[in-house]
């Protein structure tokens, strides 16, 4: 069969599910609501966030330690990148963000004023302005 007889007919495939965050369920429903939790290990004190069940420095099981959602970023980049389940691609700022608290880093999605938005700045985790379709879109923080 050459490749002019072959049949092609555009197909789209949808699926729903219900997806499951097992142990990060406290995590995820804190973030839709604008709350930081994080994971405090009894042992060490080790504070991470996301949280850990498990501490990384001595397989103590952690405890959940609520933050107050400001921090420092560290460093970011801009770009122009589809968020999954999302509107298309459009220019998106991701920041490296060392919560106040926390002995770790995390990658998150920031908004605001961008002429505030540089290496240094004080944010705060934001409550989403409206109902996300995955939790951790609500991951995103904005200057104070
Ligand atoms: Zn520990």
Redesign the pocket.
Known sequence: MSEDTALNVDLTLSLGYKHGFGAMSPFMRALTEGRALASR?P??G?VRFPPRRI?L??G?QTHEHLLDGTGTVVRLTIGSVPIPLSAPAQEQIFAEVAMDGTDNRVLARLTGDPARLLAGAKVRLTPPPHTVPHPIQALVFEPY
């Open positions: 290990c042992k060490c080790d501490c420095n001595d103590t």
